[in-house]
């Protein structure tokens, strides 16, 4: 795995930012979510089965079709985690193609481990979404499934995006939004005593299964996160709202 080293942050004026319902300092955030990736990286793929019912698995293959994928294309995957949109991208494409990217060491280390262990060559890289580490122009394809919410500055992010995209490339953004009105109740219930009793049961950390319920709840909503798409030079942006809207699939292209 290859670790990319960040530039220093310094002389930078620091804000408060939302960590989930809290607000921490901005220079603090980044390392709150690696406390919590780092928590729950061993259990991850099982409660993600176990918490969506297995919804994340058709939310994903949503994703991959969009995509579109074709033989020859470059793909760089975002907040790759444990590697699921990789090892789809790779019946599409050359897996020396793909890109697999996370700031979390532990999650990441789960996804190379998957990759090794069924021979696919994909490139795995440490980075954080802020900064990469790509010349401009790099990529047919990028992809961030549940990710971005977590990022202490989703417009920095988005820019970058942008900017490793080549020309008429396109940017799929999957993640929890904003859920239809009627089902509302269901999904707060769910959210706030179902997922931390369960994250407690089975990965022995409620709080983190709380703050992740929370940072879905403090994640823009779908024409919000749309708009911010555009500001970071994004065109035709469209969603696509999944399961009465507790996810959505977000999509632009760069002109």
Request: glycine letters at 8%; proline letters at 4%.
């Amino acid at each position: 795995m290859q670790q990319n080293s960040q530039p220093a942050k310094t002389g930078e004026e620091h804000h408060e930012i939302d960590f989930g319902y809290k607000k921490v300092d901005e220079a603090e955030k980044e390392g709150k979510v690696r406390e919590v990736f780092d928590s729950v990286a061993e259990k991850y793929d099982l409660m993600n089965d176990l918490l969506s019912l297995g919804m994340h698995r058709l939310w994903k293959a949503r994703c991959i079709g969009e995509a579109s994928v074709k033989q020859g294309m470059k793909v760089l995957d975002i907040a790759s985690g444990t590697c699921d949109l990789p090892i789809a991208f790779a019946k599409y494409t050359d897996p020396a193609n793909i890109t697999a990217t996370d700031i979390n060491h532990e999650m990441l280390a789960h996804g190379a481990k998957r990759l090794e262990q069924i021979s696919l060559g994909c490139r795995v890289v440490q980075a954080d979404a802020e900064h990469l580490p790509f010349p401009d122009g790099t990529f047919d394809v990028v992809t961030v499934s549940f990710g971005i919410r977590n990022m202490t500055h989703k417009d920095r992010a988005l820019a970058e995006m942008h900017r490793v995209l080549k020309p008429g490339g396109r940017l799929l953004v999957l993640e929890f939004s904003k859920c239809y009105r009627f089902f509302k109740p269901v999904y707060d219930f769910y959210s706030f005593h179902f997922m931390p009793w369960l994250g407690g049961k089975i990965a022995a950390d409620a709080d983190s299964y709380r703050y992740l319920a929370e940072s879905i709840r403090m994640h823009p909503d779908q024409p919000t996160f749309a708009g911010m798409m555009k500001t970071a030079g994004f065109g035709a942006v469209k969603w696509h709202n999944l399961t009465f809207g507790v996810c959505a699939l977000h999509v632009g292209t760069k002109s």
